[in-house]
């Protein structure tokens, strides 16, 4: 079988959903860098030709700046001469035309006039192209995950699209609000009588997931995660597609069952490293903190929630990597660079740990003296502390980005076949 690679750079903890994925089915893949793929990774540098790249999710600037001038030639060059491209949330994304994209679909990413509206996650209902090879027999109808998606500007006919949007489901929230919590016609009350419109009505009819040849090669594209775990439809249709990109018999796909559910805090310790186990348990006390006031909060085992303008996806991002990390034994490779960095990465991880617990009880303070006007919590005070911790939306940045860093490459390091 051929293997599949997955572009990890700027993947936070949805390239960990795309690794457990393959693991789980027992498709071999293999972890790429930018500086890797700019290197050849794609033409056969590091063994075979893949059958495809996969690009999790992420932000796409960051993802192409990562790959620089030459990675995202090679990735043209790539698809262009047969391979496939698959790109969920920010790697379709990165595939688009415009600003910091490959150009691999003519179709751009389409904005928000109401930044509130990009904040939509949960599963929603979806109509699929039944009459595409690249969907299965008699799946017609399916929920599926989005997690925080981006729109397509369909401006172009040449694109097949696969999957469009329907009904928000059991379990879609904007923002931190649950929507299935709200009475009836809610929504129409707080636009009527403040103006205010967070209604994901908008998404209605709008393409989710498109297809389309570019060159020789097909490029796949889905702002729905369908890697995520234990979304029995979702895994389903992903199951089918790399059936079809792996040209593997038709009743293949119908032997792998759903992606096996996440429990990030019950996953096993094989690396038994002080400094790593030290991080997780900050990590636990952080997050135990955010949900004892009413900040933070697990929406399921694998996804933390969390009261917006609360950076809980950093939070998510560093937990998910530790933790993943050291249920792995670790080779030689990544004992090395861990020799190497592991006391930067304490002293930071105890900046963070301080200084987050800190801003956390801030915020907390400022949403409880908020009515009292009494200017107690400054405002652009709590900025510059998130600033300093996490950068300031969508750059991430500050103590976290280097965290992150180091993280992804132990992680990369720890999947690979030997040392480098």
């Known amino acids: 079988m051929s293997s599949i690679h997955i572009y990890w750079d700027e993947s936070h903890f949805w390239g960990l959903l795309a690794d457990?994925?393959?693991s789980a089915w027992s498709i071999p893949h293999r972890l790429v860098r930018g500086s890797e793929i700019a290197d050849g990774a794609l033409a056969g540098k590091l063994g075979e030709v893949p059958a495809a790249l996969l690009v999790p999710g992420g932000r796409a600037k960051g993802k192409a700046d990562r790959l620089g001038a030459r990675g995202m030639d090679a990735i043209r060059e790539y698809v262009h001469g047969g391979g496939t491209y698959l790109g969920f949330c920010g790697g379709a994304g990165l595939a688009l035309s415009g600003p910091y994209g490959l150009g691999l679909s003519p179709w751009t990413r389409k904005g928000y006039r109401n930044r509130l509206h990009h904040f939509l996650s949960g599963h929603v209902h979806a109509r699929l192209n039944g009459g595409d090879d690249l969907v299965p027999d008699g799946m017609d109808e399916v929920l599926l995950p989005v997690w925080w998606p981006g729109?397509?500007?369909p401006v172009d006919p040449s694109v097949t699209v696969l999957a469009r949007y329907g009904e928000p489901g059991p379990d879609f929230?904007?923002?931190d609000l649950n929507l299935a919590t709200l009475p009836r016609g809610t929504m129409a009350d707080w636009e009527a009588l403040y103006?205010?419109?967070?209604?994901p009505d908008f998404m209605?009819?709008?393409p989710v997931v498109a297809a389309n040849d570019f060159g020789q090669g097909r490029v796949i594209l889905s702002y729905a995660h369908l890697e995520t775990p234990a979304s029995n439809q979702a895994n389903r249709w992903l199951s089918h597609l790399l059936s079809r990109i792996l040209d593997e018999p038709e009743q293949a796909a119908d032997t792998r069952g759903p992606v096996p559910a996440w429990d990030v805090a019950a996953r096993p310790v094989l690396w038994e490293d002080a400094v790593l186990i030290r991080a997780r348990r900050t990590m636990e006390e952080i997050i135990h903190t955010g949900s004892d006031h009413f900040l933070l909060f697990w929406r399921n085992p694998?996804?933390?929630?969390?009261?917006?303008?609360?950076?809980?996806?950093?939070v998510n991002t560093l937990y998910s990597l530790i933790c993943e990390s050291l249920a792995v034994e670790p080779?030689?490779?990544a004992l090395?660079?861990?020799q190497e960095h592991r006391n930067r990465f304490k002293m930071l991880m105890d900046l963070l740990g301080n200084g987050l617990t800190g801003y956390l009880l801030a915020e907390r303070l400022a949403m409880t003296v908020f009515h009292s006007d009494s200017g107690a919590v400054s405002k652009e005070g709590l900025r510059e502390q998130r600033r300093a911790l996490f950068g300031l939306p969508p750059e991430p940045g500050g103590i976290y980005a280097d965290l992150a860093g180091m993280l992804e490459e132990l992680y990369w390091r720890l999947t690979l076949p030997t040392s480098l």
């Open 331 to 333: 080779n030689d490779g």
């Open 195 to 199: 103006g205010v419109n967070l209604s």
């Open 336 to 338: 090395t660079f861990w």
């Open 151 to 153: 729109r397509f500007d």
């Open 302 to 314: 694998w996804l933390l929630g969390w009261r917006r303008g609360i950076p809980g996806a950093g």
């Open 173 to 175: 929230w904007v923002a």
């Open 20 to 22: 457990r994925a393959l």
């Open 204 to 206: 209605k009819d709008a």
